[in-house]
């Protein structure tokens, strides 16, 4: 499983293409000519970016559903839908597609933030509104999501 790590601000041309980073782009290098699968995000007005293997990894939940419950195949329709394959171009670039952008309400300014093995594609607005709204109570949800983990690597 990757580690992706930063967070960074781009801009997209009038194609809706956008330059990646070099610092991720250099996290990515073992994978970046396997290509990349660009998806809505279930829970976020945003995009979620997977490196080919994480996908993969990510899909193979998916398949475990039993598609004769009608509810499980209502979801993996809706979870696939508008899903794309995408490369880097030869200078660096991603084109997001126009459907994509306009889920996700993208302007000129991304924000693409790392979200340990994907990277979360943003509006930089709405973005910087989702992450002042989840800081207000950052403490207690860290508690909630954390405290009741057992820490097995402790030195004793």
């Given at each position: 499983?990757?580690?992706?790590?930063?967070?960074?601000?781009?801009?997209?041309?009038?194609?809706?293409?956008?330059?990646?980073?070099?610092?991720?782009?250099?996290?990515?290098?073992?994978?970046?000519?396997?290509?990349?699968?660009?998806?809505?995000?279930?829970?976020?007005?945003?995009?979620?970016?997977?490196?080919?293997?994480?996908?993969?990894?990510?899909?193979?939940?998916?398949?475990?559903?039993?598609?004769?419950?009608?509810?499980n195949n209502d979801f993996i329709r809706?979870?696939?839908?508008?899903?794309?394959?995408?490369?880097?171009?030869?200078?660096?670039?991603?084109?997001?597609?126009?459907?994509?952008?306009?889920?996700?309400?993208?302007?000129?300014?991304?924000?693409?933030?790392?979200?340990?093995?994907?990277?979360?594609?943003?509006?930089?607005?709405?973005?910087?509104?989702?992450?002042?709204?989840?800081?207000?109570?950052?403490?207690?949800?860290?508690?909630?999501?954390?405290?009741?983990?057992?820490?097995?690597?402790?030195?004793?």
């Amino acid at each position: 499983m990757m580690n992706l790590i930063g967070t960074y601000e781009c801009k997209t041309d009038f194609k809706g293409r956008f330059m990646m980073p070099v610092s991720l782009k250099k996290q990515l290098n073992s994978v970046v000519n396997e290509g990349f699968v660009l998806k809505r995000s279930v829970f976020n007005n945003c995009l979620e970016l997977y490196p080919m293997k994480e996908w993969e990894s990510m899909i193979g939940q998916v398949n475990k559903l039993n598609r004769f419950v009608k509810k499980n195949n209502d979801f993996i329709r809706s979870y696939m839908s508008g899903l794309k394959m995408l490369e880097i171009d030869t200078t660096g670039r991603i084109l997001i597609p126009k459907d994509l952008i306009s889920f996700a309400d993208i302007s000129k300014n991304l924000v693409l933030a790392s979200s340990v093995n994907m990277i979360e594609i943003w509006d930089k607005d709405e973005y910087e509104r989702v992450v002042k709204e989840s800081l207000v109570d950052f403490g207690s949800l860290a508690e909630e999501v954390m405290g009741n983990q057992s820490h097995s690597d402790d030195l004793s």
